[in-house]
């Protein structure tokens, strides 16, 4: 793994939640973007070499509804680079790692990812990333 790309927090609304981290962050938002496939509204925010994305559901039954309902807002997911996904992917799950997709999907931002379930990684779900070229 390369670095932490970024951080993924659930919010219940972006049109509140984006000018809150421009205040906070002391940075613009530079990207916002809807992945219909995780019914997801998201918005991005450069910290120096990582990111902040912010999650807004756009269905009830999406993960991020599901997640705040349970949880409330906060900390999603976890981030992490990396140089070859499909490599890093059979590596993990050789090791015992559970992957929720087994195969790299489209993300935000750009991205390939796949996500590693939260029970074999104690309760963070972890993303991993990399840019398609």
Same mark, same amino acid.
């Given at each position: 793994m390369l670095k932490i790309e970024h951080l993924g927090i659930a919010v219940k609304e972006l049109q509140t939640s984006i000018p809150?981290?421009?205040?906070?962050?002391? #940075?613009?938002?530079? =990207?916002?973007?809807i992945v219909a496939s995780?019914?997801?509204? #998201?918005? $991005? $925010?450069?910290?120096?070499?990582?990111? %902040?994305?912010?999650?807004?559901? #756009?269905?009830?039954?999406?993960? %991020?509804?599901?997640? %705040?309902?349970? =949880?409330?807002?906060g900390i999603h997911h %976890?981030?992490?680079?990396?140089?070859?996904?499909?490599?890093?992917m059979k590596r993990l799950a050789a090791l015992g790692f559970e992957l929720l997709n087994q195969t790299p999907k489209k993300g935000a931002d750009n991205k390939m990812v796949c996500f590693l379930h939260p029970k074999t990684t104690n309760g963070v779900l972890i993303e991993l990333c990399q840019e398609i070229k």
């Open positions: 809150l981290f421009e205040q906070l962050l002391n #940075t613009p938002c530079y =990207k916002t973007e995780e019914a997801v509204s #998201t918005a $991005f $925010f450069q910290t120096g070499d990582s990111k %902040i994305e912010l999650l807004e559901a #756009t269905k009830a039954e999406s993960p %991020i509804a599901k997640f %705040i309902d349970k =949880k409330g807002e %976890i981030a992490f680079e990396v140089e070859n996904i499909e490599a890093e």
